[in-house]
């Protein structure tokens, strides 16, 4: 029996990656646009890629080009993203020019359009304060177990996009609110 949920899952995740089934249209631009948008060229790519080395790179090249994608479709005024993230990472923030303001500090991260965070560094409460206003989004790699869960809980409408390792939260005005497993990064 949890063999075939586990195979459900599976099929699902790859269905809403790929567009299928993602009902809302802002979650199908989403899917189409940022998570897996095809063979699209972005003005920031060169600037990810000169950033690569060490282990991993076809992750993070994947993730970062994702986070750059997702933020020119977004357009927030300011992203937080931790000191020491990846080069790549912040590559792919500053191919957006001088429009967004990029946050450091963890304590203002709650008043950021967009969260960019690795793991737990920024605390669950902050998360969702975050998440209770309108038009912000919270990007975690490596989610912590659970949290997945009780940040969908928090979310008062929009949409999330959660996989395995990571997730991505959006809380969007008059949006059904509505979880779609996928694979991201």
């Known amino acids: 029996m949890s063999q075939n949920k586990g195979a459900s899952t599976a099929f699902k995740r790859w269905r809403h990656t790929h567009g299928y089934g993602v009902h809302s249209p802002f979650g199908y631009q989403l899917v189409t646009r940022a998570i897996r948008p095809g063979h699209v060229a972005y003005y920031g790519y060169a600037d990810i890629d000169n ?16 986070l750059l994608r997702l933020a020119a479709m977004l357009n927030p005024a300011s992203i937080f993203m931790q ?3 990846h080069p790549a990472y912040q590559a792919a923030v500053r191919a957006l020019g001088t429009r967004t303001r990029i946050i450091r500090t963890p304590k203002q991260a709650a008043s950021c359009d967009m969260i960019c965070s690795l793991g737990d560094f920024i605390p669950l409460d902050t ?5 209770s206003l309108s038009g ?18 928090a979310l008062p409408q ?14 969007r005005d008059g949006m059904q609110k509505i979880n779609y497993p996928v694979s991201i990064g």
């Open 83 to 85: 000191n020491g993230a």
């Open 136 to 153: 912000h989004c919270v990007a975690i790699r490596d989610v912590p177990d659970g949290w997945a869960a009780l940040l969908f809980e």
């Open 127 to 131: 998360l969702k304060q975050a998440l």
């Open 51 to 66: 950033a690569l080395s060490g282990p991993h790179i076809g992750r993070l090249r994947r993730e970062a080009r994702m």
């Open 158 to 171: 929009g949409v999330m996009f959660s996989g395995p390792r990571n997730v991505l939260v959006i809380n």
